[in-house]
């Protein structure tokens, strides 16, 4: 079988996301990048590609040098299933910081403990607490 990414498309912010998304994940790092050179303008030096990982999951991202009318929903989000109460609290205070809190973090009927954000940047994330 093919293998499935997450593709992020930014205008301008991609390296800044990577690397806030590489802060409150553990096992992240940045596995290429890819520029655009000073033909592109203002959009020198800015991400032409980039891959990533975020504890060990495969991600990509670009900036896109051409404007679009959409953004990113919560139609679509990263759903993150944490081990302990301390990663999700972590990665909560730190998703949710500058963003929307969607679904407050407390208990739901099919989750101990759960919140669902969109960060900084529109990406949408509901974070879980394993079963014990």
Not at 12 to 19: C, F, L
Not at 78 to 94: D, G, M, R
């Amino acid at each position: 079988m093919q293998k499935i990414t997450t593709f992020l498309m930014f205008e301008g912010q991609a390296e800044e996301a990577m690397n806030y998304y590489m802060s409150v994940f553990k096992n992240s790092e940045v596995v290429n990048i890819k520029r655009y050179g000073a033909e592109m303008g203002e959009f020198e030096g800015k991400v032409i590609h980039a891959t990533f990982t975020l504890n060990g999951q495969e991600f990509m991202c670009i900036d896109s040098s051409v404007k679009h009318k959409f953004t990113f929903t919560p139609s679509v989000s990263l759903y993150v299933t944490c081990e302990t109460n301390e990663e999700i609290e972590n990665a909560y205070e730190k998703l949710s910081k500058d963003g929307e809190i969607l679904m407050p973090l407390q208990a739901y009927p099919f989750s101990e403990k759960f919140v669902w954000v969109n960060d900084q940047f529109g990406v949408s994330w509901q974070l879980t607490l394993a079963k014990n």
